[in-house]
């Protein structure tokens, strides 16, 4: 009798879970197939970010890109790292002496960094030597457990049809994470300074 009235008890909190489970789906639908999908995109996301990183190199302008991962990193409060790949040539050792590709690189991470602190963000900088930009940077998104590699794109080429950058293709075909690649468009553009990050200009340079 002890064993049939446990079953009985368990058999009626079975029926109560379901029943209130099925309640709070009628009252509680998603309305539209877009409302399931956003937040199915939802879910996604916060599952992807962990840490972003933000790629630069001599060819790989990402400035346009930053402000959307450091706006990303902040919402997600995933680390943010700015990494700028100095391509180091075969005939060369990877600690030779490259003063102008270094000064390069440390002020593309001045203005990484200035947009980062402009949308709240802490900025991690690093400069990255290696033989080929792609190389740099799947090992470095590997060392850093990256969840996602963020690209400024660039094409081989002037015109609109021009292949993009074989450096590109190759991050995005072998890294082990997202990869976020933004096609920055055609129309020219005045940039801020770095110490203005987000103040606009008028093409004769004063602010607007």
């Known amino acids: 009798m002890i064993e049939l009235h446990v079953v009985g008890l368990l058999i009626g909190f079975a029926v109560v879970a379901l029943t209130g489970g099925t309640l709070h789906w009628m009252l509680h639908p998603p309305s539209t197939r877009a409302e399931r999908a956003a937040q199915v995109a939802e879910a996604e996301l916060e599952q992807m970010i962990g840490s972003v990183i933000v790629v630069f190199s001599q060819d790989v302008h990402s400035e346009h890109m930053m402000l959307l991962a450091a706006r990303l990193a902040r919402r997600e409060r995933a680390e943010l ?35 980062g602190r402009k949308n709240d963000v802490e900025v991690h900088t690093e400069v990255i030597r ?27 080429g002037k015109y609109a049809g021009a292949p993009l950058a074989r450096a590109i293709e190759v991050i995005a075909a072998q890294a082990q994470c997202d990869v976020l690649i933004g096609v920055q468009s055609n129309k020219p553009k005045v940039l801020a300074s770095a110490g203005a990050i987000g103040a606009p200009r008028s093409s004769n340079g004063t602010s607007t």
């Open 81 to 115: 790292l700015a990494a700028y790949v100095i391509e180091v040539p075969h005939t060369l050792p990877l600690s030779a002496d490259m003063e102008p590709e270094h000064r390069a690189a440390l002020e593309t991470l001045a203005t990484a960094d200035a947009i």
């Open 130 to 156: 290696a033989r080929l930009v792609s190389q740099g940077v799947l090992e470095l998104a590997k060392r850093k457990d990256a969840r996602l590699i963020v690209l400024g794109s660039y094409r081989e």
